[in-house]
């Protein structure tokens, strides 16, 4: 294997999903069909998907153990203020990591989104 070219996220109300990755997080939708929405960041830099369920979800935990990373190039603190202020869950402090610095917000199923500001 050489790179992972595509990820998507199972979710359990693709409508809201949709909201809050574009309303509230600023995902532009690249192209979508009945079951998914693709989204591109920073101009197509990062593509992936949330989707209807593959299989049945009721009562499970999906967001567990999953973190998808984006490297911005702004500011983490001023882009957790902007996400806080459209009332985007952020979880914990901005860290110093040693890729950059970095703070985590959790999306509507608890997946958990790392916002990355490089080196």
Known sequence: MRQLTFASLQVNNLEASKEFYTQKLGFEIENSNPQAYVFKYRKGEASFAIRTPLEPIENKALGIGVALWFA???NVEELKERFISNEVTTT?????????????????DGYKLTFLETK
């Open 72 to 74: 911005v190039n702004e």
């Open 92 to 108: 914990g402090p901005i860290i110093e990591t040693p890729f950059g610095r970095a703070f985590h917000v959790t999306d509507l």
